[in-house]
């Protein structure tokens, strides 16, 4: 660009001229970013006081000029996600293949898994939230309060409540597994187990941080029940044949099934999910039978399926709702 400065007299250079300088003429070419297009363009200011003449008006009208936009700011929000005294399902499906094993729990005393899950649609916090990245980038911190008085309740194990298809023929014998013990949906209760409470001490408030949170589920803190006070819990049955008898319970706490997890992660649908997982340890033992055989097992598939809270299930006994906030950057 061409810059051309004008005064009133050109001949004098003093300070009352200087002041009286009437234009600055800016001169250069333009370039059509779409044609290619090269045109000139002259454009006159006004610098003093003076009466613009003919010559110094502009000859074409400038755009207005455009403000950056003023920076959004995100609202805090909260939300109840889970009310006062509530009992939520803790969901679980466990499933034991056919086999045979000489003594011992036909679920070979493993652990398995319990869950409740919340889900919190990201795009009802800001219309202006419609991906991930864009609520990474406008929220830092996920705060979890009034966490510190959960309990996990299970129900008397009855096996009708937790295994659903009992259509399943036990077997048992000296050597193998070659006598009928009859169907377990043939079993008769001899004794009733107790149900099964237990505290879990999660802190009262967990904060997570948005962009560590992946699509992957991800442990965020790990909380411990306080243990089972007696031992009687389990349901003792009669088979429907040779006189056996066999022991149920789903544990819910003992010395290695304390733990329980808070979990979150990301779905490709704008949700946050946040989960809480109970280990969980099945039992169902053969306690002995005619002529005390020590092989017990099973010709089909067993399968645990619960989603009921009122047979397993996570209360929260605090006289408040679990709340989630969402904290901007």
């Known amino acids: 660009f061409e810059i051309i400065f004008y005064a009133d007299n050109p001949y004098t250079n003093n300070e009352e001229d200087y002041l009286?300088?009437?234009?600055?003429?800016?001169?250069?070419?333009?370039?059509?970013?779409?044609?290619?297009?090269?045109?000139?363009?002259?454009?006159?200011?006004?610098?003093?006081?003076?009466?613009?003449?003919?010559?110094?008006?502009?000859?074409?009208?400038?755009?207005?000029?455009?403000?950056?936009?003023?920076?959004?700011?995100?609202?805090?929000?909260?939300?109840d996600i889970w009310d006062a005294n509530v009992i939520q399902p803790l969901k679980t499906k466990i499933i034991v293949n056919p086999h045979c094993i000489n003594r011992g729990n036909l679920f070979l005393d493993n652990l398995y898994d319990g869950y409740y899950e919340i889900e919190i649609d990201l795009k009802q916090i800001d219309p202006t939230i419609q991906s991930i990245s864009k609520f990474i980038s406008s929220y830092?911190?996920?705060?979890?309060?009034?966490?510190?008085?959960?309990?996990?309740?299970?129900?008397?194990?009855?096996?009708?409540?937790?295994?659903?298809?009992?259509?399943?023929?036990?077997?048992?014998?000296?050597?193998?597994?070659?006598?009928?013990?009859?169907?377990?949906?043939?079993?008769?209760?001899?004794?009733d187990g107790l149900s099964q409470n237990t505290i879990i001490n999660f802190d009262n408030t967990i904060t997570l941080y948005t962009d560590n949170i992946t699509n992957d589920i991800q442990t965020v803190a790990i909380a411990f029940t306080n243990g089972l006070?007696?031992?009687?819990?389990?349901?003792?049955?009669?088979?429907?044949?040779?006189?056996?008898?066999?022991?149920?319970?789903?544990?819910?706490?003992?010395?290695k099934i304390k733990e329980t997890y808070l979990q979150a992660y990301y779905t490709n649908n704008m949700k946050l999910k946040i989960r809480f997982t109970k280990k969980l340890k099945p039992e169902l033992r053969?306690?002995?039978?005619?002529?005390?055989?020590?092989?017990?097992?099973?010709?089909?598939?067993?399968?645990?399926?619960?989603?009921?809270?009122?047979?397993?299930?996570?209360?929260?006994?605090?006289?408040?709702?679990?709340?989630i906030t969402f904290k901007p950057r």
Not at 296 to 317: A, C, Q, Y
């Open 20 to 79: 009286r300088l009437s234009i600055w003429s800016f001169r250069g070419k333009t370039k059509s970013v779409l044609n290619n297009y090269l045109r000139d363009m002259t454009t006159n200011y006004k610098t003093s006081f003076l009466l613009p003449h003919d010559y110094e008006i502009p000859t074409f009208n400038y755009p207005q000029y455009v403000l950056p936009p003023v920076p959004y700011n995100y609202p805090e929000y909260t939300k």
């Open 140 to 191: 830092k911190t996920i705060e979890i309060s009034n966490l510190n008085n959960l309990q996990v309740e299970c129900g008397p194990p009855e096996i009708e409540n937790f295994i659903p298809d009992r259509n399943v023929n036990l077997i048992a014998g000296a050597n193998s597994c070659n006598n009928s013990l009859g169907l377990l949906s043939n079993a008769v209760l001899k004794k």
């Open 229 to 255: 006070q007696i031992t009687n819990y389990h349901s003792i049955y009669w088979t429907e044949n040779n006189s056996g008898v066999f022991q149920f319970l789903l544990q819910i706490s003992d010395d």
């Open 286 to 323: 053969f306690l002995g039978g005619a002529g005390y055989w020590p092989y017990f097992g099973n010709e089909k598939d067993i399968t645990i399926d619960v989603s009921n809270p009122n047979v397993l299930g996570i209360r929260n006994k605090n006289d408040n709702p679990v709340k």
